[in-house]
């Protein structure tokens, strides 16, 4: 499709494992963006990339976690050593360009659990 | 500085009713306002946005009032149907994103048949 795709779309795995998620955003689009939605909550801001460089990683929660993008396209998210406190919803977003405000387009979302 | 506070936390309104939902932010510096549309197991949805330009916005059923001396903005649902039950989220940006780009903590709307 022409929306951004996650996947998986759902995991579940053990507490102290780590896992991968991915992103396919946009076509064309040169932002890309991750954030985290407990249940019931707001979007938490994570990360976000102009290209493959992540100018800004403070919105990181710990070192656990940890984000790359290669040519311009596919974003990995990483969470080492999970915790169940890491339990929630984590959304991408790719938008056509970092400047001009441009709308952020969603992903559905992966639903991770930790058990 | 970078909060945007959002009420009320949930709505119930019945079909045909009007859904207001208020934004406020502290950063001048904000110069673009989006609203997005969350429906349970999806991404949000952008549906409508404004710049401090302009005072209202309307697309459809769907209006944004800002008050620019004020620091808020609200969103206005008209004729509010059963299918805009969902969760709203307003967000304010300056330019760059990251950091800049916040949203509130979302409204949960439910429209009754």
């Known amino acids: 499709g022409a929306g951004v795709s996650q996947s998986p779309s759902n995991k579940v795995t053990e507490k102290g494992k780590d896992v991968e998620l991915r992103c396919d955003p946009i076509s064309g689009h040169t932002a890309l963006y991750w954030y985290r939605q407990s249940l019931g909550q707001g979007l938490e801001f994570l990360i976000y990339f102009q290209g493959n460089s992540a100018p800004d990683k403070s919105g990181l929660p710990s070192d656990r976690f940890s984000a790359e993008r290669t040519g311009g396209s596919v974003s990995t998210l990483t969470i080492q050593r999970t915790q169940q406190e890491d339990s929630a919803v984590y959304l991408c977003?790719?938008?056509?360009?970092?400047?001009?405000?441009?709308?952020?387009?969603f992903g559905d979302g992966t639903r991770l659990s930790i058990l | 500085q970078q909060q945007v506070k959002q009420s009320p936390q949930s709505l119930i309104v019945q079909k045909g009713g009007i859904s207001i939902i208020n934004c406020a932010y502290e950063n001048t510096a904000f110069d673009y306002f989006p609203w997005y549309q969350q429906f349970p197991g999806k991404g949000p949805a952008l549906l409508i946005a404004i710049r401090p330009d302009v005072s209202e916005k309307k697309e459809g059923r769907f209006t944004i009032s800002f008050n620019k001396s004020a620091k808020q903005f609200s969103l206005h649902i008209m004729d509010s149907q059963p299918g805009d039950s969902a969760t709203y989220f307003c967000a304010a940006s300056k330019g760059n994103y990251g950091q800049n780009f916040v949203f509130g903590p979302g409204t949960r709307l439910s429209v009754l048949p």
């Open positions: 977003a790719s938008s056509l360009e970092i400047h001009g405000n441009q709308p952020q387009h």
